[in-house]
């Protein structure tokens, strides 16, 4: 997923998944083991929250965005 908000933290963020039908912006939190996240960085969604809606993800690392 790209990170859509100015940050994403352990209480906000957003990001955009794309999907066969467009993208998606979903609501995701930061992992306690990632990195700082910023608007246009991407992310690897490792966990979801389906009562809240919310995913939370982890910055992934240069070298894997070049894949």
């Known amino acids: 997923c790209k990170v859509r908000s100015d940050r994403v933290d352990s209480s906000f963020g957003q990001a955009e998944v794309s999907t066969s039908e467009g ?3 979903v609501n995701v939190r930061l992992a306690t ?6 608007e246009g960085d991407s992310a690897l969604i490792i966990s979801e929250d ?9 910055k992934i690392s240069n070298e894997l965005t070049k894949i």
């Open 23 to 25: 993208p998606l912006v």
């Open 50 to 58: 389906t009562k809240h809606m919310i995913y939370t993800i982890r």
């Open 33 to 38: 083991e990632s990195g700082p996240l910023v």
